[in-house]
C-alpha cells in the first residue's frame, strides 16, 4: 500500500543517464530506452504530436513520425527495431479533452522481418486505438518471419468486416510464420 500523498502508479519519466553508455558498446548510451538489442533502433509515431513529420528522422518522441509506414522503410530486418505508437483518446471513452484524439488511421504492409510494433499507452486497457486506412480489409498485413505486434485496440473503424491482423503465408514472397500478438484488443 502506497503512503499517503504519494501519486500512484508513479508516472514514468525518462531522466538523461548519470553514467554514459560502456565504451566499446555501440548504442549502449541510448537515452530514450526501448531497445530489444544493442543494435536494434527505436522509430517513434505520433500522429497527435504537433511536431510529427515523416521527413523527421523518428528516432526522437519529440519529433515523432507520422505513419507508421514510413517508420517500416526506416527498419531493417533482424536489427531488433522497434516502432513505439504513442497512445491516443480515440476510443469511445476516451477523453477529448486530453487532446490526442486521432487514432492510427493506416494500413501498413510488415515486409520487415523480425521488427517490433508496440503501442505505448501508459494506463489504459484498451491500448493505442488502430483502425484500417481507406478502403482497406486489415490494419496490419504481415508478410514477414518473427514480426512482435503488441498494445494496441484493433477496430474497424467505418470499414465493417475489416480485420485487425492478417497474417499472410503464401510460400514464396510472402512468409507471416511466428508472428507474436501479445495485450491487443480486437473491436
Known amino acids: 500500500m502506497p503512503a499517503s500523498n504519494v501519486l500512484w502508479?508513479?508516472?514514468l519519466t525518462r531522466l538523461l543517464p548519470f553514467y554514459p553508455g560502456q565504451w566499446g558498446v555501440r548504442g549502449s548510451d541510448n537515452k530514450l530506452g526501448l531497445r530489444r538489442s544493442v543494435d536494434g533502433a527505436v522509430f517513434?509515431?505520433?500522429i497527435n504530436h504537433p511536431d510529427c513529420n515523416d521527413d523527421a528522422d523518428g528516432t526522437n518522441p519529440d519529433q515523432p513520425l507520422r505513419t507508421v509506414t514510413e517508420a517500416l522503410t526506416r527498419c531493417l530486418p533482424f536489427r531488433g527495431d522497434v516502432i513505439a505508437v504513442m497512445a491516443n483518446n480515440a476510443w469511445d471513452y476516451g477523453s477529448s479533452a486530453d487532446g490526442r484524439t486521432l487514432a492510427v488511421n493506416e494500413t501498413v504492409t510488415v515486409t520487415v522481418p523480425g521488427v517490433h510494433i508496440v503501442g505505448i499507452s501508459p494506463s489504459s486497457s484498451t491500448g493505442v486505438v488502430w483502425q484500417p486506412g481507406g478502403n482497406a480489409q486489415a490494419c496490419v498485413i504481415v508478410h514477414a518471419i518473427d514480426v512482435s505486434i503488441e498494445g494496441f485496440l484493433f477496430t474497424e473503424?467505418?470499414?465493417t468486416g475489416a480485420d485487425g491482423i492478417a497474417a499472410v503465408w503464401n510460400g514464396t514472397t510472402a512468409y507471416g510464420d511466428n508472428l507474436t500478438v501479445k495485450n491487443?484488443?480486437?473491436d
Do not use: H, K, Q
Open 184 to 186: 491487443c484488443m480486437f
Open 157 to 159: 473503424g467505418t470499414r
Open 44 to 46: 517513434f509515431v505520433d
Open 9 to 11: 502508479p508513479t508516472p
